[in-house]
């Protein structure tokens, strides 16, 4: 069962399966699963170990409904390096790795909430919206054409293109 308010972007959505691995049966036992991120243009996520022990996250990011604006061609970009956790509440939380996090900011001209949603405009024209019962906590990383949302601490993430 996919988490509630996940959806299948183009054909992509990356979703992580939290449980146990029986190495003598070779059985994966899921205990629940949580979408990654929640935006449009996040792809083939990796992972690995760094020399402090922590899991990071790197995503290509690619906008496959305009593969060429003002005669451009985009090949995609990583998103910023993401390290894993999981909380008490065995729910993943990915947040940028502490070198990147004075990068962020709290507020951004393209991201809004009002009457429920979470909004993502550029020049007027809705990018992604994403409902909220209740204003949520953003922490926002922005850069060229890009914007890449850190929901509640990390319990979700998105990430755009937003021209």
Known sequence: ????????????????????????????????????????????????????????????????????????????????????????????ILFPVEEACGLLKKESPFVSYERGMLRIVYEGKTVLEKPYAEEPSVQILEDVGVIEIFVNGGKENITTYIC
């Open 1 to 92: 069962m996919l988490p509630e308010g996940f959806e299948y972007h183009n054909g992509n959505g990356t979703l992580c399966l939290i449980g146990s691995y029986d190495y003598v049966k070779e059985e994966f036992t899921e205990e629940c699963n949580q979408a990654v991120d929640y935006g449009i243009d996040f792809y083939a996520p990796q992972t690995f170990e760094d020399n402090q022990g922590r899991r990071i996250l790197i995503a290509w990011m690619y906008n496959w409904s305009r593969q060429a604006v003002a005669g451009q061609t985009h090949v995609g970009a990583f998103t910023i390096p993401r390290q894993m956790d999981i909380n008490i509440k065995d729910e993943l």
